[in-house]
């Protein structure tokens, strides 16, 4: 069983930045999509960013410019540099690894506030 394990939230002021790291307990990064999805209250999860294993990404609109996801293949891990942070950006943020129909994983989440 793949465990993926989320660390780096916290408390931080709007403007500020916090990077979000997600290791898992086997290699499975060779093949996998790794994604950071959040879930506010009351709203629903989505999609923050994705990175193919060739190093493909993708941005929500709300974050491009601002957040930047990369990938360690060697170290199983991959992270989420959040800058320029705002009220809005406040959420459980989950790491998820995924290959087609052959394998859905999610971390337990890791909480980001972010104050006015």
């Known amino acids: 069983q793949v465990q993926l394990v989320e660390s780096g939230g916290g408390l931080v002021q709007a403007g500020g930045s916090l990077r979000l790291s997600c290791a898992a307990s086997r290699s499975i990064f060779s093949i996998a999509v790794m994604g950071w999805y959040r879930q506010a209250p009351g709203k629903q999860r989505e999609l923050v960013a994705q990175i193919t294993s060739g190093g493909r990404n993708y941005y929500v609109d709300s974050v491009k410019g601002r957040f930047t996801i990369s990938r360690d293949n060697a170290k199983n891990t991959v992270y989420l540099q959040m800058n320029s942070l705002k009220p809005e950006d406040t959420a459980v943020y989950f790491c998820?690894?995924?290959?087609?129909?052959?394998?859905?994983?999610w971390g337990q989440g890791t909480q980001v506030t972010v104050s006015s």
């Open positions: 998820n690894a995924h290959y087609g129909n052959q394998f859905d994983y």
